[in-house]
């Protein structure tokens, strides 16, 4: 599977995934749950430096995913930025249920968005 492919399976993957918005961790663990369900491989807090650690990592696609429930739209953003530092991080994706504005890039990598709420809907 190419790595947009990767990147595209993970989306729908989440996106269709009814997953809790009242736990962060419980939220993580059902993403974890969708990924493993739909034959995509990944890892947890793979740390890219002491100070950053995305919540999964897909190898094959060099994707950085965090996953945010309840935080501040900067310090989403100051995290974002910092995981689009790093060389291994090809493209990242927020999976969140705050309604932030995000460009569609950060530092020239594909940034992706998935409003947990949707599924919901």
Known sequence: MTALATIAA???AI???RIDLSDEKEAQRQIGEALTSAGIEFR???P???RDRPDFFLDAAG???EVKLRAGKMDIW???SRYAEH???LALMLVSNTSVALPSEIAGKPLYF????RAWL
């Open 48 to 50: 890219l430096s002491r």
């Open 10 to 12: 993970a989306r729908g």
């Open 114 to 117: 998935i409003s947990l709420g």
């Open 63 to 65: 994707l950085a995913i």
């Open 44 to 46: 947890r807090e793979v």
């Open 78 to 80: 100051r995290q974002l």
């Open 15 to 17: 996106a269709k995934a």
């Open 87 to 89: 060389d291994r991080v």
